[in-house]
């Protein structure tokens, strides 16, 4: 199996953009896909595929990736984007799935 | 509007089982591959197993192979999880999740999920 790497906290400035990243060697075969979780919500995917955005999801979120390493950036970071975010792609099989251990994010 | 809700969910003794459902609406079910992620109380999340449309492939994280069995039951819109000999270390948020292929191979994502089922293992 693979393993996905994410930094455990960042903060943001409200207003600010801010860049999460996520490092694991599957990411060089298969896209990563990003998802925020709330307290006590479900997870909601906000990015997938090379940078694609699920209907209703605002387009100050984006993603990029280069190697190994993905990206998800939040361009004017809003008070309601405080989250859990989580990267996860295809394993190096390309049956299964990983995540990443997830980055909380502050925006203070 | 594609719905996942999740069931079955509850407090079990180590050693025991539960089986967990997941009804699907809003989408062709059989069209899909689905999944199972769980979430350790304050942890993260953890892809447990996934199916194929006709169920013809199954996968599982090695933490749970040989216990933990995934099915579905296509003509009734369903996922299911039994789970066998679990351990305190099961307990966790049970989510159901649509394996969305993406617009090509390499991108695909867990598109829809449900609200989660609590599991607790302990005595």
């Known amino acids: 199996s693979s393993e996905l790497t994410q930094d455990p906290a960042v903060s943001v400035a409200l207003g600010q953009t801010v860049r999460i990243t996520c490092q694991g060697d599957?990411?060089?075969?298969?896209?990563a896909s990003w998802y925020q979780q709330k307290p006590g919500q479900a997870p909601v995917l906000v990015i997938y595929?090379?940078?694609n955005r699920p209907s209703g999801i605002p387009d100050r979120f984006s993603g990029s990736s280069s190697g190994n390493t993905a990206s998800l950036t939040i361009t004017g970071a809003q008070a309601e984007d405080e989250a859990d975010y989580y990267c996860?792609?295809?394993?190096?099989?390309?049956?299964?799935?990983?995540f990443g251990g997830g980055t909380k994010l502050t925006v203070l | 509007e594609v719905q996942l809700v999740e069931s079955g969910g509850g407090l079990v003794q180590p050693g025991g089982s539960l089986r967990l459902s997941c009804a699907a609406s809003?989408?062709?079910?059989?069209?899909?591959?689905m999944s199972w992620v769980r979430q350790a109380p304050g942890k993260g999340l953890e892809w447990v197993a996934n199916?194929?449309?006709?169920?013809?492939?199954?996968y599982y994280v090695d933490s749970v192979k040989g216990r933990f069995t995934i099915s579905r039951d296509n003509a009734k819109n369903s996922l299911y999880l039994q789970m066998n000999s679990l351990r305190a270390e099961d307990t966790a948020v049970y989510y159901c999740?649509?394996?969305?292929?993406?617009?090509?191979?390499?991108?695909?994502?867990?598109?829809?999920w449900g609200q989660g089922t609590l599991v607790t293992v302990s005595s």
């Open positions: 999740a649509r394996d969305y292929p993406g617009p090509i191979a390499v991108a695909g994502a867990l598109d829809y």
């Open positions: 809003g989408f062709t079910f059989s069209s899909y591959w």
């Open positions: 199916i194929k449309q006709d169920g013809s492939e199954k």
């Open positions: 599957s990411l060089r075969s298969y896209y």
């Open positions: 595929g090379k940078n």
């Open positions: 996860n792609s295809r394993d190096s099989s390309g049956n299964q799935w990983v």
